[in-house]
């Protein structure tokens, strides 16, 4: 029974690792994060150049 | 740094990109590729491919400089900056081949091709960047393979890919939902939840993964392609499912897209009801047109019922997003076996960059970025300026035509006072004396703009001039907003940088490995849908939306 449940627990580990190994960060917070700010700064300094400063 | 940080930093490859990009702006800077841009229709776009070209290779040649200066280490820089830059660059250098070159070429043979075949094969297998981006990543990846100075880069691509997503929060606004009848916003949400559910049953009666199910549901409900890749980062689709995924609701949507209009023109639907069943029947916008259009080229209402019920179906989006959120997390389990409680659902495992296009979708519906009413950055606007005014010699060739009574014979009423009301008015509007009244002045300008596309489609006026006249006039009253605009085209460049990226992550092995399995659950939501859909339309839908 134990080892039944090993078996999918470390699949899922596996799943996650793989998940991490495409990616350049360590974690998937840290990753929405900077994606968030990233698209935001862009947002802003596109409503910079094209609204607020024309 | 999760991994690679002892991956060898290849270090001249982004001095080389670098260089090709800078070389390419100086060539379109000279005028070389003119008649090369012109051929292909991106002329337009020629000083920003220059300053593309120049600030990317700029930054190439001077990430490149720093590696050789340096070995790369295990810092931030290194992680981030050095080691994907070459990566980064490669994937750059190929969304620009795809956007400019690709992309239009393939518009053009479908064009070219038109005539024969009788459809743009563009449209309906919706060729764009987003799906020949992961075809030309799955065709490099299965042939040369990934490139070992690119791995490290690669690995941006789906972080890339949820920028493209938040992005994509802006191009909707929740406003839309208020200019379109309940029974539209109603039995679309029907559908669409209802198909959402429909596919995360179907996953769990054929154990299919919950990230393939998760992605297919979208796709299936929502708007195809877009929604597909809106939707994938959330259930931590793999790149194989999230391919497999776009080709199921493409081929579904082809398929539809033929047999729609004969069983339409068999049963005998009139052009509301054909339309409302097209718009939530088939997935993909343009098959969505292509199969109104096949039923009904003349009556304009056909096409416009189809993209009111499409338009419907897209701005459920973010509904859907949050629901698969929280389902994906729902049926996940923790490292050990556990279900997760609720507050880890909806706070610890919530994918926060959920909450950034939810954000993003706010701002945009609040009139940050353009007018709250906009969709896709296009709004209408009938204010009287002279920015929606005919010019003089319009209005005079139209003050000629109607004019004569013989110009207007086979013409409606209405058809005929929306003609004068354009003369009299100088342009699209509502009544003058309703001008106070923005919602009764919008519908009445949008109720003449309808006919006058109406007499356009149904070719009751030959004079090359007048037609010419009132198209301008058309033209006049659709705005679109620029910050939305520019907004897009950033979208377009993080779905095409990271679907080529996640593209190389397909290999033959995964497509095998997913069987049919997704192919089979698509078929059997996509018919569910289409007749469940065709009973509704035949009984709700009469002839007002």
Not at chain 2, 68 to 91: H, M, S
Not at chain 2, 424 to 445: C, H, L, M, P, W
Not at chain 2, 460 to 466: P, S
Request: hydrophobic share 50%; charged share 15%; proline share 3%.
């Amino acid at each position: 029974m134990e080892e039944e449940k090993a078996q999918p627990t470390s699949a899922r580990g596996e799943a996650s690792m793989e998940e991490r190994a495409l990616s350049v960060f360590a974690s998937e917070r840290s990753e929405d994060i900077t994606a968030m700010v990233l698209t935001f700064v862009s947002a802003f300094l596109v409503l910079l150049f094209t609204k607020w400063w024309v | 740094m999760a991994n690679g940080a002892n991956d060898a930093a290849p270090r001249g490859w982004s001095i080389l990109f670098g260089i090709i990009m800078i070389a390419y702006g100086f060539l379109i800077r000279s005028g070389t590729l003119d008649a090369l841009l012109r051929y292909l229709h991106t002329h337009k776009d020629a000083d920003l491919q220059v300053t593309l070209c120049f600030i990317l290779g700029g930054i190439g040649i001077a990430v490149g400089i720093i590696s050789l200066l340096r070995t790369p280490g295990d810092g931030i820089f290194d992680n981030f900056v050095l080691k994907p830059a070459p990566g980064v660059l490669f994937l750059l250098l190929l969304a620009m081949v795809i956007r400019w070159y690709f992309e239009p070429i393939v518009h053009i043979w479908s064009k070219a091709a038109a005539p024969t075949l009788g459809f743009q094969f563009h449209k309906i297998f919706n060729l764009n960047y987003v799906v020949l981006g992961i075809i030309v990543g799955i065709v490099l990846t299965n042939t040369i393979g990934i490139p070992r100075f690119a791995a490290q880069g690669v690995k941006t691509a789906r972080f890339v890919l949820k920028m493209g997503v938040i992005t994509l929060g802006a191009r909707y606004s929740i406003a839309e939902l208020a200019n379109l009848g309940q029974v539209s916003i109603w039995m679309i949400g029907f559908f669409v939840v209802g198909t959402v559910l429909l596919v995360l049953w179907l996953g769990r009666l054929f154990q299919t993964p919950h990230s393939m199910t998760g992605v297919l549901s979208s796709g299936m409900g929502v708007c195809g392609v877009s929604a597909t890749v809106a939707c994938a980062p959330v259930v931590k689709a793999k790149s194989h499912e999230m391919a497999y995924t776009i080709g199921t609701i493409l081929l579904w949507g082809v398929g539809c897209m033929f047999l729609f209009p004969t069983v339409g023109k068999i049963i005998g639907m009139n052009p509301t009801q054909f339309g409302a069943w097209a718009g939530t029947g088939i997935l993909n916008s343009a098959q969505v047109a292509a199969a109104a259009l096949a039923f009904n080229a003349v009556d304009i209402k056909t096409l416009k019922v189809a993209e009111i019920f499409n338009i419907t179906r897209v701005l459920f989006l973010p509904i859907i997003v949050l629901i698969l959120a929280y389902w994906y997390n729902k049926v996940s389990e923790d490292g050990v076996g556990r279900k997760l409680s609720m507050k880890e659902v909806f706070i610890d495992k919530f994918p926060l960059f959920v909450l950034g296009f939810i954000l993003m979708f706010v701002l945009s519906s609040s009139g940050v970025f353009g007018p709250p009413e906009h969709y896709k950055g296009k709004y209408l606007d009938f204010s009287y300026n002279q920015r929606t005014e005919l010019t003089p010699e319009e209005l005079d060739v139209v003050g000629k035509f109607i004019a004569n009574p013989e110009n207007l014979k086979g013409m409606t009423d209405t058809e005929q006072a929306t003609l004068m009301d354009l003369h009299k008015q100088r342009q699209i509007a509502g009544n003058y004396s309703d001008r106070n009244n923005e919602k009764v002045f919008r519908t009445e300008a949008k109720e003449r703009m309808v006919t006058l596309q109406g007499i356009l489609a149904a070719k009751k006026i030959k004079d090359k001039e007048v037609k010419s006249a009132i198209k301008h006039g058309i033209k006049q009253v659709h705005k679109k907003s620029k910050t939305v605009v520019v907004l897009t085209d950033l979208m377009i460049w993080f779905f095409a940088y990271g679907l080529i990226g996640l593209g190389m992550q397909i290999t033959r092995q995964a497509i095998m490995q997913a069987g049919g399995m997704p192919l089979i659950i698509g078929a059997i939501s996509g018919t569910m849908k289409a007749v469940l859909s065709l009973i509704v339309v035949l009984l709700l839908i009469k002839d007002l939306v």
